[in-house]
C-alpha cells in the first residue's frame, strides 16, 4: 500500500507540474475530485500491478507456445512450448512436453525423445544441435556442428501414421561436440504438461564471442515420430543497457517534475 501512494502521489505531482498534457490532466482530474476519486484511482493502480504479477507468474505463457492437443495419437506426444531466456553470455532453452524421457514404445516402434534444432544465420537450415539422448555415437547433452538430421521417415516401421519429413535427430556431425552443456530433464508437477527438457549453452559453443543480438531459429521434434513438433525463433536482446536507458529515462523524467515544481 506504501509502494501504491508513493506511485499515487508521483502521478498527483506529474498532473499539476504538467498542466499542458492531456493524460495527466485527466489524472489530476480523477486525483482531486475528493477522496472516492482517489480510491478509485489507487484501485486502477492496484488492478494493473496485479496483472503485471499474473504475467509474470503465469508459467503458459510460453516463449514459443505449441497449440494443446495438435499431436498426432496419444497425448503423451503433445508439446506445450518452450520458454527460452538468456544471462550475459548464455542461452536457456526450456520445453515442455508429456514425453518420457525413458521414451515411448507404440506396436513395435520403439520412439525416443528428438534433438534442439539451432538455425543462427536465418536460413532455416539448422546447423547446430543439442542431443537430448545418447544416440548414433553422440553424447546426451553435447551441442554439435551438424551436417544432416535424421527425419522421421528414418525411423518409421511401415504402416504407421506420423509426421512425415520431420526433422527428429542429429544424423551426422562435424567433429566433436563443443561443449557437454548442462542438460536436465524434470517430472514437473501437474500432467498437463507433464515433463521438462531444460539446456543451457554458451555463446562459445557457435564460435561467439557475445550473444548479444544474436537471432536463434528454433525447431524441436518431440520424438522421432514427430507426432508433435514446433518451432519459433528468439532474438537475444540487449537488456541490461535497455534497463540503463530505462533508469536514465525515469530519471529524466523525476529531474523534470523537480525543476517545475521549484
Ligand atoms: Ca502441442
Ligand atoms: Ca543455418
Ligand atoms: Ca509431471
Ligand atoms: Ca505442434
Known sequence: MK?????????????????????????????????TMNKKLTLVLIGLMALCVFGISNTYAYTIADPVGDQIGVRTFDLYGMNISHAANSITFDIFSNYPKTGLTVGSWNTFAGDLALDLNGDHVYEYGVAFTAHDGLTAGGVYAVNNWNISNNYAPSGYTYNQNQIVTIGTVSGAYKELANLTWTDIAGDSPDFKWSVTLNGSDFGLSKLEGQNFNIFYSVATCSNDNMSGSYTVTPEPATMSLLGLGLLGLLGFGKKKNA
Open 3 to 35: 509502494m501504491i501512494s508513493l506511485v499515487t502521489r508521483f502521478l498527483e505531482n506529474k498532473a499539476v507540474s504538467l498542466k499542458n498534457n492531456k493524460i495527466l490532466i485527466t489524472l489530476k482530474a480523477l486525483s482531486t475530485n475528493g477522496g
